[in-house]
């Protein structure tokens, strides 16, 4: 049973810090997003790659978030410095794009975020 | 501007009763829609997807439908079951955009 895995499950962390979150894609999708989920404004995408080349990363902070595949079976998010306001729940999501636009994405557990 | 509206934001049913969820979208152009499903501290979980020239889609008890010339969809459960207690999620997809989210539908199924 194929899953997306993403690590750590839950960060606290303090104003200022760097966090990393990773992401292990199942194996075979060419394609990988990024959300970030708060109650406020539901799911959000901050970045899309397809066949580990950032295709849209427009919804990212450019000043304190990157998002890398360093390879097929590896995304990671990074924020530094983190801030309170990104206290949310990251979700990773795999898949195999298809003409048209029909890919499946398959959702991971999520990341949930506190920064004090 | 890309945006997914859904209605009601919660609702409550009783265990075996029926229940349509509402989406209206605009994006453009328009690809396709799609439901998710997400329960409690999970991910989401995809039910449907549906292009433009379908006009209903069943899962199992969910069926979807579309009418893209009003840009509206709908989510229809049948028997509602206590396992159907969860967020769901409304998402439409245009030519130039990964995905537009809605902020959901909060649904509980009561015994």
């Known amino acids: 049973d194929a899953r997306v895995t993403q690590t750590p499950r839950d960060k606290v962390t303090e104003m200022g810090q760097e966090v990393t979150m990773r992401c292990q894609p199942i194996?075979?999708?060419?394609?990988v997003f990024w959300y970030r989920q708060t109650m406020m404004q539901g799911l959000e995408l901050l970045a899309y790659f397809r066949n580990r080349a950032p295709l849209d990363d427009s919804g990212m902070p450019k000043d304190r978030f990157s998002a890398e595949m360093p390879d097929a079976t590896l995304a990671t998010l990074k924020i530094q410095p983190s801030e309170p306001r990104d206290s949310a729940v990251y979700f990773c999501?795999?898949?195999?794009?298809?003409?048209?636009?029909?890919?499946?994405?398959?959702f991971g557990p999520g990341t949930r975020l506190t920064v004090l | 501007k890309n945006q997914v509206e859904q209605s009601p934001q919660s609702l409550i049913i009783l265990e075996g009763k029926n229940c349509t969820l509402q989406?209206?979208?605009?994006?453009?152009?328009?690809?396709?829609l799609r439901w998710y499903k997400q329960d409690t501290g999970r991910g989401p979980v995809s039910l449907t997807i549906?292009?433009?020239?379908?006009n209903t889609k069943s899962n199992g008890r969910y069926t979807a439908t579309l009418d893209a010339d009003t840009k509206q969809s709908s989510l229809h459960i049948t028997a509602s079951q206590l396992s159907d207690s969860a967020s769901y999620i409304c998402?439409?997809?245009?030519?130039?955009?990964?995905?537009?989210f809605g902020k959901g539908t909060r649904l509980s199924v009561i015994a």
């Open positions: 989406c209206n979208y605009t994006v453009s152009p328009f690809s396709n």
């Open positions: 998402v439409a997809r245009g030519g130039n955009t990964p995905l537009v």
């Open positions: 194996l075979g999708h060419n394609t």
């Open positions: 549906m292009t433009f020239s379908e």
């Open positions: 999501a795999s898949g195999l794009s298809r003409v048209g636009g029909r890919d499946t994405q398959y």
